[in-house]
């Protein structure tokens, strides 16, 4: 006390008197009348980012305070409201004390307090395939990164229900891999050659004073199957996306030619891309039958013997389209053959 007399009254809390509580998980407690403080006993991690996160402004008028095991002050500050306070200096993995208080003249009610610590990691997470991936954004963190390795030319393909999210898919360099279809309304599709890439799931909400959750799922389209000239295979798509990818193989100085069966209805295209063996972009294009400069089909050509894979994927008046298509690969019978002068050429 400070300039007059009295009588103090203080209480010492241990360590053991501490709430144990979750990262990632809603905490709800009471502040009972004539407390000012609450402890809580958290396990963090070093390699997240984490953050104090009331949206519901339970904690309006605390402040918090957090602390190592060994009694040092990490970090405090005002518990203020909205989409999250980040709780920076986490330096060690381990275990540690939050303690929230609030004003000694403000303890003549209880008080509820509705928080989540949350914790998100800082480097990308492996991506899965063919499972739902889930987690959670926020305003102020809202990207969120996973990594995967392609053994060879794939069609990766993400969807979600939610509408807030587009995708970069972006390779070891950071450079952006190809789109086949738009990231758009929570959808994507991309062309990747061999390597090692990074998607990313970006939020694109606006302000959210709570934790926006998430769950998106990755396929990947692997299936690689051969053409032979004359003999017709069927592409069956879902939501645009195709079952598989096509394959031609080329002796040096042949070419084909490779296309629908039947003329594309109207509206209906197909983009593509073709890859060399050694995952080079030879070709790309979009087949359809309107007047907006659609091909007809994919000339193929090589100077040296090379296998190319063809990638597809479908659109119909700019939607994702369900059904099949059949396809048929042409020998176009050109043949490149070397002549010096003097040479008697054949007749064909």
């Known amino acids: 006390m400070r300039g007059g007399s009295g009588t103090a009254t203080f209480k010492v809390l241990s360590v ?94 209880s008080a509820p307090l509705n928080f989540t610590i949350l914790q998100i990691p800082r480097t990308p ?88 959750p998430f769950t998106f799922t990755a396929r990947a389209i692997q299936t690689t199957r051969p053409m032979t000239v004359g003999i017709p295979l069927t592409v069956n798509w879902s939501s645009g996306i195709p079952d598989q990818q096509l394959q031609v193989n080329l002796q040096a100085g042949e070419s084909a030619w490779l296309a629908p069966t039947v003329a594309l209805p109207y509206a209906v295209e197909i983009g593509y891309r073709v890859l060399d063996a050694g995952g080079t972009q030879v070709a790309a294009g979009v087949l359809g039958n309107t007047s907006w400069g659609d091909a007809a089909g994919i000339p193929l050509s090589a100077t040296m013997v090379s296998s190319y894979t063809i990638q597809m994927f479908g659109l119909q008046y700019g939607q994702a389209p369900t059904g099949a298509t059949s396809f048929k690969l042409s020998d176009n019978a050109l043949t490149t053959v070397a002549y010096t002068l003097g040479d008697v050429v054949p007749a064909p």
């Open 16 to 109: 053991a008197q501490a709430t144990a509580i979750t990262a990632n998980t809603p905490v709800s407690r009471t502040v009972p009348t004539g407390e000012a403080y609450a402890l809580f006993d958290v396990a963090l991690d070093s390699n997240s980012d984490v953050f104090f996160s009331d949206a519901s402004n339970s904690a309006y008028g605390f402040s918090y305070q957090l602390y190592d095991l060994a009694g040092h002050q990490i970090t405090q500050g005002n518990a203020a409201p909205g989409s999250g306070v980040q709780l920076n200096n986490i330096a060690v993995s381990g275990h540690y004390l939050l303690a929230l208080a609030r004003s000694p003249y403000n303890t003549y009610a």
């Open 125 to 212: 997470l492996p991506l899965q395939f063919g499972s739902p991936t889930q987690g959670q954004f926020l305003s102020i963190s809202a990207t969120r990164s996973y990594t995967f390795i392609a053994s060879g030319p794939e069609e990766i393909s993400v969807s979600t229900a939610q509408g807030n999210i587009r995708y970069q898919l972006v390779d070891a360099f950071g450079h952006d891999a190809m789109v086949l279809s738009p990231s758009n309304a929570g959808k994507a599709t991309f062309s990747v050659a061999a390597g090692s890439y990074t998607l990313k799931a970006i939020y694109q909400g606006g302000y959210a004073a709570a934790p926006v």
